[in-house]
């Protein structure tokens, strides 16, 4: 079975673009769960998705937004970038009723 | 006050050694999960172990044991044998049940060198 899935990998962008991330949960995971990881610190959690409505919100400003479309997949979006904004954007699934998140390979965004 | 602490940034060991990881939690929820995450080089997090606050025994995963002590808020992983592809960061995280969202708070990692 696929793993989590998450596009594009790499991405270059310049303070004050806007960004979307995607991820695709694995096949029967509802639950989409984001995190943002900076350089040398563990990932911080961003929101997480069920059934397509907003279960948490993490510490992030409103320039961060997320939606949950109905086959399970997931969009981050960004908006006004800033420099610090540059990290590993993780995708997590997770299925009902089970406790362990399933992370997929990242986005590296870097803002210049 | 941190929720996850790893006090050690960086630890060596000797190839087919076991090597004890540390992490010790602060919560006052009297329900929760705590988990241990791998990271190789290549950024994607590969789950390895999960304990619950109720589970009775140390989970075990092959070579991955958690040594879970309830009373010192602490929830150490155990790598044995270990081998040259465990080189990766390690992250503990915990997930607390009273809130509705599936959040885990991570650690600051500890990064794990096996030297042949």
């Known amino acids: 079975d696929a793993g989590v899935t998450q596009s594009p990998t790499h991405l270059i962008k310049t303070r004050g673009q806007h960004v979307t991330l995607r991820c695709s949960p694995i096949s029967g995971h509802k639950s989409v769960s984001w995190y943002q990881q900076v350089l040398g610190q563990g990932p911080q959690f961003i929101f997480q998705y069920y059934e397509k409505e907003e279960r948490g919100r993490g510490n992030f400003p409103d320039r961060f937004s997320a939606r949950q479309f109905p086959n399970y997949s997931s969009e981050l979006n960004v908006n006004a970038l800033l420099l610090g904004d540059s990290a590993l954007y993780l995708c997590?699934?997770?299925?009902?009723?089970?406790?362990?998140?399933?992370f997929g390979p990242g986005t590296r965004l870097l803002v210049l | 006050a941190q929720k996850i602490t790893q006090t050690q940034p960086g630890m060596f060991v000797q190839e087919k050694e076991a090597v004890t990881l540390d992490c010790t939690y602060d919560t006052s929820d009297p329900s929760y999960g705590l988990f241990w995450y791998k990271q190789p080089s290549s950024g994607e997090m590969i789950f390895l172990i999960y304990?619950?606050?109720?589970?009775?025994q140390n989970a075990t995963e092959g070579r991955y044991s958690l040594n879970f002590q309830k009373a010192r808020k602490s929830a150490n992983l155990v790598i044995s044998a270990s081998q040259l592809g465990d080189s990766a960061m390690y992250f503990c995280a915990m997930r607390e049940f009273s809130g509705s969202a599936r959040q885990l708070t991570f650690g600051s990692g500890t990064q794990l060198t096996v030297l042949p």
């Open positions: 997590a699934s997770a299925q009902a009723g089970g406790e362990t998140q399933y």
């Open positions: 304990q619950g606050s109720y589970d009775q």
